[in-house]
């Protein structure tokens, strides 16, 4: 008889803004582009996102109850388009609906050229204590072929607003967000990216490898064979400059797009990486309460029809069920690889209620199917656990991984298919 587990209730939340000055060429994100001079109190957008903030409101009051929460993430979109009062309000339904501890994590995703030292003090004093910065790049010809709306004065003055505050210690950390492998872009003017990142001081990085992802105005130039994308071998030669650089300048890679320096992990990030629940709140937000995930609505008339369903009929239980008897392995294989400490294959196992004769059946050709990777440097063991190398595992990580989903498509059906970590797209149309 197989076990079935109870996950622990989430500690974190993510919050979703959907609002954005503009939409970037390569984001395929559920954001509204409000214009340039968007604000959330008041001028273009603001009634848009002050009945969105309502929205939001009515779905933390009507979520279960939960344990005090340990970190907070409020993402987007923009959120700094909000007024310092609008994420307070937000802090606050989650401090009533949930409480949130002492020394708890509380992130905001921040863009260059939408906030000021003022506004910057009005989170901090709202109880905002980390920040996400979304800077992409130093470089004004990119940032413009991009379609981003700041340029690099606006993210070189932003990275010093967030140091002075980091000084004065009202800001517990913050982070930068940058994109390798932009169209045109080579070698020597990624290496010129990577040290003006270092040069801001920044403790935390989070280097994304562009993803053209389809509807978006990149795949649509890409279609028409007008995206200049760097050659392959280009781009493994930035891969591994970006390793050796930010090695060099003291970052640990922790994740495969995420270095940091000692003390500014992010925990929120953590809880998506190994398999913890989180609540998720907002149009188009994902959430995964007891291993159940499910992604609400993308556009906002699916979102308001979805909530008053809720709020008429009590929070769906196939929701918020209490019990996930088993979640995915090959997902929780794949976060867990995409991490420095990597994977004990048992362990996860055991964790999503396979038995020990369960384990020794199947986990030995998964162990086989590595083989390979392990000769070619990409992944090592250490006592039973699995870790992609850094710099050659973490970028060629595709080739571990696709062994991994070859394996599990091989075993049983009952095996794969037995109660599982769904992801429960809403029915509504978007
Ligand atoms: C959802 S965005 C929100 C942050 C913020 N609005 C911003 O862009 O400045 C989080 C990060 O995802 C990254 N990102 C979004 N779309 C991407 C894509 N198609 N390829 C690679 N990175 C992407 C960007 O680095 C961005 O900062
Ligand atoms: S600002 Fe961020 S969320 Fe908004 S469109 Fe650009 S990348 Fe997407």
Redesign the pocket.
Known sequence: MKSSYTRLPPRSAYLHIPF?????F??D?P?V?LGDSASGENGPGSQSIQSYLKLLLREIDLSPSGPALSTVYIG???PSLLSPLQIGLLLEHLRNKFGVLCGAELTM?M?PATFDKDSLEGFLNVGINRVSL?G?SFDDEMLAKI???HRKQHLIEACSLLNEAMKHGYLKSWSLDLIQNLPGQHLESWRQQLNQAVETCVPHLSVYDLLVEPGTVFAWREGRGELALPEERSAEEMFLLTSLTLRQAGFARYEISNYSYPGHISRHNRVYWNGSGWWGFGQGATSSPWGQRMARPRTREAYRKWLDIQDNQGPDSSLFLEKASRSNLDELILLGLRCREGVDLKNLAFHIGWDEMECKKYLPSLEQRWEVALEQGWLKKTGQRYQLTDPYGMNLSNQVLVEMMIWWDSLPPDVVDSPKFEELQCTFAD
């Open positions: 954005c000055k503009r939409r970037c390569y984001c994100f954001v582009p987007g979109g923009t995703e863009d979304g992409q379609g981003r709306a």
